[in-house]
């Protein structure tokens, strides 16, 4: 299964070129998520996959290999049987501690609101519509 993504261009830089590049590499639904809990140890992929939370088990592997793919993480195999996988991140991968800690702490102070509010306006513009189509 080929889990490389194509790049959207061929060199980076413009002076934002280097934030698509980042965002190509961490950007997913569940990329930063997996990222930040490989920041304090080594994970099985059920501790990962429980921790994360609702990402489907194929989901989660296909971010993996991605990440895997990118040099952002290690997949370790034991030879055991049943066979243990383990996943921590590179040194590549542990040098976006900072940006991900940044990204938690705005989360904290602003994208909670900002969801809260989306939600608010949805639900009030769902309403109005149904307000019009029933007149």
């Known amino acids: 299964m080929d889990t490389k993504t194509n790049a959207r261009h061929v060199n980076y830089e413009l002076p934002a070129c280097p934030v698509e590049a980042t965002l190509e590499l961490i950007g997913g639904k569940w990329k930063g998520i997996v990222?930040?809990?490989?920041?304090?140890?080594?994970?099985?992929?059920?501790?990962?996959?429980?921790?994360?939370?609702?990402?489907?088990?194929?989901?989660?592997?296909?971010?993996?290999r991605e990440l895997e793919a990118s040099g952002l993480v290690n997949r370790i195999v034991y030879a055991e049987v049943p066979p243990r996988v383990e996943y921590e991140l590179t040194a590549e991968g542990k040098s976006l501690k900072p940006v991900l800690k940044v990204l938690k702490k705005w989360g904290e102070e602003h994208a909670m609101d900002l969801i809260v509010e989306r939600q608010r306006a949805a639900n009030e513009a769902a309403a109005n519509g149904n307000k019009v189509l029933t007149q």
């Open 35 to 64: 990222l930040y809990y490989l920041l304090e140890d080594r994970l099985r992929f059920s501790e990962l996959k429980r921790k994360v939370g609702c990402v489907t088990q194929r989901m989660l592997t296909k971010q993996l």
